[in-house]
Antibody, heavy 121, light 108 residues
């Protein structure tokens, strides 16, 4: 069974860098699939941040103005999300998930439980 | 980039049928995937591709598509189906993904 677990600081100061990690078990991230990040501001809907496949360039939500980076660490079987210059608008639950494409559809089949990030001084 | 539009809220009487819709230009080229999110929990995959239920999803859930609209239908809604439902699709150009705004389903 594939499992994902987010980790990172729950509180980040404005203008600082947010750094989250998603540990994966039950599947090797170097064997395939895309690995993505999704966030959910308090009381709002899901927002796709971006995703990355081993050996390829990450793709991001164009509305997020290139503040995010995603990297894969195959030696630790984990992937990471970083965002520079965070503001209060980045306060959200951050989810990591496994992304797949089949039959004309893209979908996330395994999700982490989410980690709360609050941006506040 | 495109958007996916969902009704903010829908209600259904217990045991009745409800349809949740998702509209957007990208759905003319791709099938939506659908997610259920219960209060305080992470989203879970319900349906993907033309109408493929994910593992463990009851057969009362089904999906269909026509033109720029995808629909998730629950036939015989149960109390445990009360949740927020999101559609998602790939958006071209740019190879990125987009979520609909979500529909809050209330089972009366």
């Amino acid at each position: 069974q594939v499992q994902l677990q987010e980790s990172g600081p729950g509180l980040v100061k404005p203008s600082e860098t947010l750094s989250l990690t998603c540990g994966v078990s039950g599947y090797s991230i170097s064997d395939g699939y895309y690995w993505g990040w999704i966030r959910q501001p308090p009381g709002k809907g899901l927002q796709w941040i971006g995703s990355m496949h081993h050996g390829e360039t990450a793709v991001f939500n164009p509305s997020l103005k290139s503040r995010f980076t995603i990297s894969l660490d195959t030696s630790k079987n984990q992937f990471s999300l970083k965002s520079s210059s965070v503001t209060a608008a980045d306060t959200a639950i951050y989810y990591c998930a496994r992304e797949f494409s089949w039959g004309g559809s893209w979908y996330y089949d395994f999700w982490g439980r989410g980690t709360v990030v609050i941006v506040s001084s | 980039s495109s958007e996916l539009t969902q009704d903010p809220a829908v209600s259904v009487a217990l045991g009745q049928t409800v349809r949740i819709t998702c509209q957007g230009h990208s759905l003319r080229g791709y099938y939506a995937s659908w997610y259920q999110q219960k209060s305080g929990q992470a989203p879970t995959l319900v349906i993907y591709s033309r109408n493929v239920r994910y593992s463990g999803i009851p057969d009362r859930f089904s999906a269909s598509s026509s033109g720029d609209t995808s629909s998730l239908t629950i036939t015989g809604a149960q109390a445990e189906d009360e949740a927020d439902y999101y559609c998602m699709s790939r958006d071209d150009p740019g190879n990125h993904l987009i979520f609909g705004g979500g529909t809050k389903l209330t089972v009366l």
